[in-house]
Nanobody
Framework: VRVVESGGGLVQPGGSLRLSCAAS????????MSWYRQAPGKERELVAI????????NYADSVKGRFTVSRDNAEKTAYLQMNNLKPEDTAVYYC?????????????WGQGTQVTVSS
């Protein structure tokens, strides 16, 4: 099982980044995919979630209207498009895959990708 994030980097305030989360080793289309972030000295927080079918999403209030989560089940990849980035969006961003199959919870994390918003 692998969950690998990419696309992080340094961007100026107001800029954009697109994070990708490539999955392998499990049936991607059966898993809800989430993006979390953790800033230095803070707890990990949920940023966005997209259900397995892709038909529903939800966002943290702090990113609504700026971030968009999507997925391509054929490519086994989830995305987080981040626009109008702010310094407070600086954090390590993690991808999470979660599903309950036959009563057993499966939960996989990536290693994270750093996003730094600074002028």
């Amino acid at each position: 099982v692998r969950v690998v994030e990419s696309g992080g980097g340094l961007v100026q305030p107001g800029g954009s980044l697109r994070l990708s989360c490539a999955a392998s080793g499990f049936t991607f289309s059966r898993y809800d995919m989430s993006w979390y972030r953790q800033a230095p000295g803070k707890e990990r927080e949920l940023v966005a979630i997209i259900i397995s079918s892709g038909r529903a999403t939800n966002y943290a209030d702090s990113v609504k209207g700026r971030f968009t989560v999507s997925r391509d089940n054929a490519e086994k990849t989830a995305y987080l498009q981040m626009n109008n980035l702010k310094p407070e969006d600086t954090a390590v961003y993690y991808c999470n895959a979660r599903a309950t199959l036959l009563g057993v919870e499966h939960n996989y994390w990536g290693q994270g990708t750093q996003v730094t918003v600074s002028s």
